[in-house]
């Protein structure tokens, strides 16, 4: 048996619910009259409840038997507001509208077959996008009575209605297929009229361009302001004249790839002003830019949903020894007050830090974080991470799982491939039409990368991936002799299949990451896992949720039974209660253990 592996069984040293019960998350911060709110999710029971902090006190709103979240867009995000006398919210269970003052039980706001996101109180209404099936409007909702108003319908899909303090001018994102909301989007903008009604809506910026924009913003004197790439990355423009002029800002992207709705990673303030959270060389950066910029990154590596009065600055903050937490900085002295979370797991001197990868990669760069092993020993097993998406990231923040692994005595790679966001427009670019080629290139590369300079060994290389990353995974396994054995968390064998099976979200995805399913199905054909299901030399472990309605479980049926054939060892684990994504503590806790244990008996049967 590898000693290393030897050596952690009986030690023990960081257990898989124990990784798994650290991995609390907050999303969705709001600052209001009343105090800060936030969503907490805890994977003990896989619940996310609304919190409210207020006179040095934090306390849960959300009773017993409801579940904060939505599905919108099937990603969901923006489920609750806050109003004048408490919040409306998005029960998870019938994704229907509830209002609930601060000392009260929630009330149903909406009862009907549509499913709500986005939401923002304004003008004694709630603004949101409404989904009933694969239909999208930007409604209005009264808060006494419940009526609704339709603001706007037509396109294919909307995000961030906002309106100006003075209620004269409601803007939102939108976007018509084929694009995807970091491809191309449109900022609109219309006028209230004196019906209340408003008026034809106009196209600030987007029109017949390929650029993405998000996150539109007015300020306190009501000037427009939002996030675009046409510059490159994901920075501050203001509305000048017929369109958009730039703000001062660091050459970075200042918001990540919005898969969900109600993200906030910057605020526009006074005199051209802004607070902002953006990203260099994969780590955050927190900041009031303007005349005299001021920096407030300190000890932390990512900033989300950020919030701020005259004392404080709130977001959702998380460092390489620290998990998730909502925290307070004080705008003069710079001290930081953590509000919930943020609670490690492992002492500090044991935790594996991230250090930047920046790689040559077939004809471009790729970039990610590698965390040693925890082990002592100078060329440990590796675990290539592939994160999902694929358009999304990863950050170099402290993860229990890549603890998990570095306990046990191996490295990790955690990638952000080509195509990944956070280094512009260009790189996340780089994976159209090159979906399962440059991405797992990217994965191979990493290996000899980092066995060249003797910080692993090469031999002993695993690959991990869910969702899109699973499809990395076999791509890899399937086209590359790089891997001793992989892993595929609910991954893709099939996109020709998933293409069918897929939401409206994700209905041109495909076409935009490989190409046409019938005038290229030679490419596709070249790059479905299952296909070349006999290519595939190398053990391989599968964890799939029998809910799952992004990829089905018989993808993963399908692949298992192809590797049986050919005679590969092959494990499966299938939960009857989970979907796309485990989201319930135990599950997570096995899934972990299994592959672990998984990885242990192929280097044992090795060596």
């Not at 209340?196 to 993405?212: F, I, K, L, N, T």
Request: overall charge negative; charged content about 20%; glycine content about 10%.
């Amino acid at each position: 048996m590898n000693e290393i592996h030897a050596s952690s069984l009986k030690a023990e040293p960081f257990s898989a619910a124990r990784a798994v019960a650290a991995g609390v998350d907050f999303a969705e911060l709001q600052l209001g009259r009343h105090g800060l709110f936030w969503i907490e999710y805890r994977p003990e029971d896989a619940a996310c409840r609304i919190w409210q902090w207020h006179d040095d006190q934090a306390r849960c709103l959300t009773p017993p038997g409801f579940s904060v979240r939505s599905r919108v867009y099937e990603y969901g995000g923006g489920a609750f507001c806050l109003t004048d006398d408490g919040v409306v919210f998005v029960n998870e269970a019938d994704q229907q509208m509830y209002r609930q003052s601060l000392t009260g039980e929630p009330e149903a706001l909406t009862s009907n077959e549509c499913r709500y996101g986005d939401l923002q109180f304004a003008d004694g209404r709630v603004l949101a996008i409404e989904e009933n099936r694969d239909r999208h409007r930007l409604v209005a909702i009264d808060l006494l009575d419940g009526a609704r108003h339709l603001l706007a319908e037509g396109a294919d899909f909307y995000a961030s209605p906002t309106l100006s303090p003075d209620a004269r001018r409601l803007a939102w994102i939108e976007w018509s297929r084929p694009d995807q909301p970091w491809t191309a989007t449109r900022l609109m903008v219309a006028d209230r009229q004196g019906d209340g009604g408003y008026a034809q809506p106009r196209c600030v910026a987007g029109d017949g361009v390929q650029e993405s924009l998000q996150q539109p913003r007015f300020d306190a004197s009501g000037r427009l302001f939002c996030l675009t790439d046409r510059g490159g990355y994901w920075q501050p423009w203001m509305e000048s004249g017929a369109g958009l002029s730039p703000l001062p800002s660091a050459t970075a992207d200042h918001g990540p790839a919005p898969w969900q709705l109600g993200g906030c990673t910057w605020l526009p303030l006074e005199e051209g002003h802004y607070l902002a959270s953006w990203t260099e060389g994969g780590f955050g950066r927190l900041g009031l830019v303007g005349d005299h910029g001021e920096d407030f990154t300190g000890n932390y590596s990512r900033f989300r949903h950020l919030a701020l009065d005259g004392q404080f600055i709130y977001c959702i903050a998380a460092s390489p020894v620290s998990p998730a937490a909502v925290i307070a900085i004080d705008r003069n002295t710079r001290q930081v007050k953590v509000l919930a979370g943020g609670v490690a797991p492992l002492p500090a001197e044991q935790i594996s830090l991230p250090q930047t990868l920046s790689y040559p990669s077939g004809s471009g760069q790729a970039h990610g974080f590698f965390y040693p092993a925890m082990s002592g020993n100078a060329k440990p097993p590796l675990v290539v991470f592939i994160h999902g998406g694929p358009t999304s990231a990863c950050y170099p923040m402290l993860d229990p799982r890549i603890q998990y692994w570095a306990q046990r005595g191996f490295a990790v790679a955690d990638l952000n491939y080509r195509g990944s966001s956070g280094y512009g427009r260009a790189y996340r670019q780089a994976l159209h039409l090159s979906w399962g080629d440059v991405d797992v290139e990217d994965a191979c590369a990493v290996v000899t990368w980092l066995a060249e300079r003797g910080l692993i060994d090469g031999d002993k290389a695993f690959i991990r991936g869910g969702s899109a990353g699973g499809y990395t995974t076999l791509c890899a396994l399937a086209f590359h002799k790089v891997f001793r054995a992989g892993a595929s968390l609910y991954g893709v064998s099939d996109p020709v299949a998933l293409g069918h099976a897929t939401h409206k979200f994700e209905g041109d995805y495909l076409d935009w990451l490989i190409g046409d399913p019938v005038a290229d199905a030679e490419r596709y054909a070249a790059r479905t896992p299952l296909l070349h299901a006999g290519n595939i030399s190398v053990p391989v472990i599968f964890f799939q949720g029998e809910l799952d309605a992004v990829v089905v479980p018989q993808q993963t049926r399908d692949m298992v039974e192809a590797l049986q054939k050919n005679g590969i060892l092959v494990e499966a684990h299938y939960y009857a209660d989970e979907r796309h994504g485990f989201r319930k503590a135990g599950n997570q806790a096995h899934a972990l253990e299994q592959e672990w244990l998984f990885y242990r008996r192929v280097m044992a049967l090795a060596d």
